[in-house]
């Protein structure tokens, strides 16, 4: 047996634990995607308190002011050191650490679905991507018959994000193809237009070799998750309307924060339309 | 909706390892191996998991040279790649009048004059009549020439500029492959050109792209010179005669009566007087602030940031590179002020500075508002004398 082959073999082995970092990676990379929108969204909200405030304790100040308690320019001292207080440079500081935290905060709750619980591929008679997504489809339909937000927003967000890091990984890999070409055939006039399209190929390799894998395990893991809410007792009968409500609204800050942030993260300027464009660019 | 009949799928119970492919099925793995090595790589070097995760490590064991959490986000102004030591003393200001012999190499060569005097205040240094410097490594390739000597005459290091820059059009980019190698920069500039990024010739730009070798060590001679070189053209953002009402330092509120730090340069300009950017950068943020008004934040880099506020009017957006002198909005009287006025601010290496130390701003001549103490000695980094930048203290002018 050659070298190769058997390191082919070793990582076979562990394929399920390759695949799982891989996955996990590619969700990592498809958060950051969103990073800046993130960091331009905590800025954007980060501004408009800081005003509100700033504007509040002038009003209040200038009101009290007008008591006769202390001057004018007193109160306009001491709203102007309020409004030193937080400056652009400090609310652009505080915006990179919530956005900092606001994302790995995304990672963290995709965290548990992204490692998933995985099917032992033995028991999987389905093969390839096209088996693995009608058996993904197939159990999302049976899964969802117990409404629940979590299960209902778990797959597009899983989709959109690796999906968008696997645009992101392909990007980076055009960039070494069109390196390679630059030094190659320099003068080759379609070399950027064959990157574009090794990155865009790359990145659904990535797609074929890592999603079908991490949305199924995200489908199973939201599955258990969702077991994990009843008892063993109440699974004949339905549970009471508030545990039912609950077990709805659980997945709430997934379905409106974490989905329309993985939606965007597919069709940032960065990655997906940009190398859409590159591809036909000059032809 | 109402069925929770979950016992009828197949699973396994939760928390149950999955059954682990029969011994004697042999599955390879090794395209997916690589694969996933590709993306641990991406995760690792181009998000803030991978930093906070190497942050973490370095911690751990104690190392000093530790990663920046934000260097990933496009809102983070760039890493300041400064060696602030070596800055220390040199004049930032732009000269009126520079040594003969440099004034003899720009007549000859058309190389930038300041440029020149980059070179020597760093590397080098004008005695009896003459300008030389300490050999480039690699100016040999530009001239295509021996050079034995340890020093060399600046109107030779000007002649492998200009004929450097015929190659990468740039006399900066010229200049860095005087130290770093020619090779190395052009491959590197064409790297980050073929990855779609704005201005690639810009240092800034194309250092990552540098092998990690390069960063960590010829890159650093390279990057003093050029940030000098900046520094000591930075443009002043409002016409030349517009009067500095309040300068930068401490100063006596003149409606207030407190003894306050005043931030940046006040310079009285009518409403509707275009502003302009002090040099080539990207600007950071544009957007309006209570006390600031509308304000436009300007990444020249090297940790060259410049901030214009109480705009009437921003004509830029963010992440919109911007050239030297570019007009990014019109003078005002947004925010807290009493009167049309621009504030404008320019830290270096995140510390607030006197704008009127850099470049080609109108020096300061007199005492002005100082409270009788010296005025801030034109130098880069004085991290021990230069009041901290605090808060954003630009109060209303006078």
Same mark, same amino acid.
């Given at each position: 047996m050659g070298f190769f082959t058997a390191l082919s073999h070793f990582f076979g082995a562990r394929r399920r634990f390759v695949r799982r970092l891989g996955s996990l990676c590619l969700v990592v990379l498809g958060v950051h995607a969103a990073g800046d929108l993130i960091d331009n969204g905590v800025f954007a909200v980060l501004d408009k308190v800081d005003l509100f405030f700033d504007e509040l304790v002038w009003k209040v100040l200038d009101t009290v002011a007008g008591w006769g308690l202390f001057s004018v320019d007193r109160a306009a001292d001491w709203s102007t050191r309020f409004a030193d207080w937080v400056d652009v440079e400090a609310k652009q500081t505080l915006g990179l650490w919530l956005a900092l935290i606001v994302e790995i905060g995304v990672v963290l709750v995709l965290l548990d679905f992204v490692w998933g619980r995985r099917q032992a591929s033995h028991d999987v008679k389905e093969r390839g991507i096209k088996g693995e997504f009608m058996r993904s489809v197939r159990e999302l339909g049976e899964a969802f018959t117990a409404f629940d937000l979590e299960r209902v927003a778990i797959v597009p967000v899983v989709l959109c994000f690796s999906l968008s890091g696997a645009l992101w990984a392909g990007r980076g890999l055009e960039t070494i193809f069109s390196q390679l070409f630059t030094d190659v055939a320099p003068l080759w006039r379609l070399g950027v237009n064959v990157a574009a399209s090794g990155g865009l190929l790359a990145a659904l390799l990535l797609v074929w070799r890592f999603v079908p894998d991490l949305v199924d395990g995200a489908i199973l893991r939201a599955h258990d998750r969702a077991l994990e809410q009843l008892d063993t007792k109440e699974l004949d009968k339905p549970p009471p309307m508030k545990k039912r409500l609950r077990m709805a609204l659980r997945g709430a800050p997934l379905a409106f924060v974490v989905l329309p942030l993985a939606v965007v993260s597919v069709f940032t300027e960065g990655s997906f339309l940009e190398l859409i464009g590159r591809i036909g660019a000059a032809l | 909706m109402t069925d929770f009949d979950l016992s009828k799928f197949d699973l396994p119970p939760a928390g149950a390892s999955a059954a682990e492919p029969k011994k004697d099925v042999k599955v390879r793995g090794l395209f997916d191996a690589l694969l996933c090595l590709v993306l641990l790589y991406g995760a690792y070097a181009h998000t803030p998991v991978g930093a906070v995760l190497e942050y973490g490590v370095r911690t751990a064991l104690g190392s000093k040279n530790k990663p920046s959490l *934000?260097? $990933? *986000? !496009?809102?983070?102004?760039?890493?300041v790649k400064l060696d602030a030591a070596s800055f220390d003393g040199q004049s930032v200001h732009a000269a009126d009048q520079l040594p003969s012999p440099i004034e003899d190499a720009v007549k000859l060569t058309k190389v930038n004059g300041e440029l020149l005097a980059s070179l020597v205040a760093l590397h080098g240094s004008c005695e009896l009549g003459g300008c030389t410097i300490k050999t480039p490594p690699f100016l040999e390739d530009l001239l295509e020439a021996d050079l034995r000597d340890d020093t060399v005459p600046i109107a030779q290091v000007a002649l492998g500029i200009a004929k450097g820059k015929r190659r990468f059009l740039s006399a900066e980019t010229a200049t860095e492959a005087m130290f770093i190698a020619p090779f190395v920069v052009e491959r590197a500039v064409r790297q980050a050109e073929a990855s779609g990024l704005? !201005?690639?010739?810009?240092i800034n730009v194309h250092s990552d792209f540098f092998p990690a070798n390069i960063r960590r060590g010829a890159m650093q001679d390279a990057i003093q010179v050029l940030a000098l070189y900046r520094m000591r053209t930075l443009a002043w953002p409002t016409p030349a005669t517009a009067r500095v009402t309040s300068p930068f330092g401490y100063r006596t509120h003149p409606v207030l009566k407190t003894r306050r730090f005043h931030n940046g340069t006040d310079i009285g300009v009518r409403t509707g007087t275009p502003l302009r950017s002090a040099h080539r950068g990207i600007i950071k943020r544009s957007g309006y602030d209570s006390? $600031?008004?509308n304000y436009v934040h300007i990444d020249h880099g090297f940790g060259i940031v410049s901030t214009h506020c109480h705009? $009437?009017?921003?004509?830029v957006k963010q992440d919109q590179h911007v050239g030297r002198l570019d007009v990014v909005g019109l003078s005002g009287a947004t925010g807290r002020v009493t009167g049309p006025h621009l504030h404008y601010i320019v830290r270096v290496d995140k510390k607030a500075v006197d704008p009127q130390a850099y470049g080609e701003a109108p020096r300061r001549k007199t005492k002005l508002d100082m409270d009788g103490k010296e005025p801030v000695t034109p130098k880069v980094f004085q991290k021990k004398n230069t009041p901290d930048a605090g808060p954003d203290a630009n109060t209303p002018a006078p």
């Open positions: - | *934000f260097a $990933s *986000f !496009r809102g983070a102004d760039t890493e704005d !201005r690639p010739e810009d006390v $600031s008004g705009m $009437s009017e921003t004509q």
